[in-house]
């Protein structure tokens, strides 16, 4: 488990103190794949890097399984590293080195044996699709060929963690996919703990069972990534979540209308059921589809439906009210005019 607790970072250079992080406080379990986003400049990688101490934090600590990092001598903190993998968005291979001695290095460092070693590489290449690589060198591989020797590289030790830094961010989506199913199989498999920095929300939708919202330093949304994709609270995990379900109106769409437009989202066990035709029964208002799809994150559908609803104010409002209440969770989007 790692526990954050009121962390903060503060950058200073020369005069000026630039914040990083501004009392984070924040429990990721064992197991999970736990995403942070948010825009650029938000923290999220002072963050990251808090957890395994390339950034040393101003104040607050860091535990891991118990263990408050901030507390270790040198040595300590050295041999607690090499249970925190990472990985980042640039690959950070050397150039000069072959894929094998890529992630040999870090079980060169560790003491390892040569035998240990060469065992330990070739299991690690099979595992990211990577034998046939062995003696390539980083600038005869594709991009993502390249972050599966940062995988197996941040593996190479065992760790109980792994970090990822905007991992896909320099991938194409199909390539993208390739390594979010790795990493899922190593969660699966191996039972590491991932801890996944991104920008993208389809990213968290395929793979992240929780994520934290960064802004100005801070997280200002936390969760289930159901939970905050069916109820997202703060305008800003909103527009995230937005960008991925794609459920824009056309302007034509949203003008022009003679009646209330209202968005309507459901949960998977509610998608079966009869909201509408009971809204549609009970009060004199007629309702218009305009958009809708169901989505699936983490296999659990969450439906999404814009419906045009016609008739006096007082009965749409109470023909609202009581979809809001069977639904939990409506929003008008534009009256009539
Ligand atoms: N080494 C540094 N020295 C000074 N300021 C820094 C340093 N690293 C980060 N910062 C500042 O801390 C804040 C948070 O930066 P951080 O890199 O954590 O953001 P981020 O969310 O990872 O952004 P991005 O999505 O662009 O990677 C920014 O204002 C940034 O300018
Ligand atoms: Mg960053």
Redesign the pocket.
């Known amino acids: 488990m790692i526990e954050i607790q009121n962390l903060v970072k503060i ?1 200073e ?1 020369g005069k000026q103190k ?3 992080v501004q009392d984070v406080s924040l429990t990721i379990n064992d197991g999970e794949i736990f995403g942070i986003v ?10 990251l890097r808090c957890i395994n101490m390339l950034e040393w934090p101003t104040s607050g600590n860091v535990k891991i399984d118990g263990v408050d990092l901030t507390s270790l001598s040198r040595q300590e903190l050295r041999r607690a590293r090499q249970k925190i993998g990472m990985i980042f968005q640039h690959f950070h291979l050397v150039r000069s080195k072959t894929v094998f001695d890529n992630v040999a290095f870090a079980l060169k460092a560790a003491g390892k044996s040569k035998q240990e070693i060469r065992n330990k590489v070739d299991d690690l290449l099979e595992m990211v699709g990577l034998q046939d690589k062995r003696d390539a060198y980083p600038s005869q591989l594709s991009g993502g060929q390249k972050q599966r020797v940062g995988i197996a590289r941040a593996l190479a030790n065992d760790p109980n963690v792994l970090l990822c830094d ?1 991992a896909t961010s320099a991938l194409d989506p199909g390539t993208t996919r390739q390594i979010l199913l790795l990493l899922k199989k190593i969660n699966q498999e191996l039972g590491i703990t991932i801890v996944l ?1 991104t ?1 993208e929300m389809g990213v968290v939708k395929e793979i992240c069972d929780r994520i934290a919202v ?1 802004q100005d ?1 801070k997280i200002i949304e936390c969760g289930e990534v159901y939970e905050l994709f069916a109820r997202p609270e703060e305008p800003l995990t909103r527009s995230f979540i937005d960008s991925v379900l794609q459920l824009e109106l056309p302007e034509h769409l949203v003008k022009n209308r003679r009646g209330t437009l209202v968005r309507l989202q459901y949960r998977g066990e509610a998608a079966s059921d009869t909201v509408i035709s009971d809204m549609l029964q009970s009060f004199r208002v007629k309702g218009n589809i305009i958009h809708g799809k169901i989505e699936y994150i983490q296999n659990k559908p969450l439906g999404i439906l814009v419906l045009e609803l016609i008739g006096d104010e007082s009965e749409v409002k109470r023909a609202i009210d009581f979809m809001h209440e069977r639904t939990g969770g409506l929003e008008v989007i534009e009256h009539a005019a």
């Open positions: 950058y250079s630039v914040k990083g948010g825009y650029s400049g938000a923290g999220k990688s002072t963050l905007e920095i920008h960064m330093g």
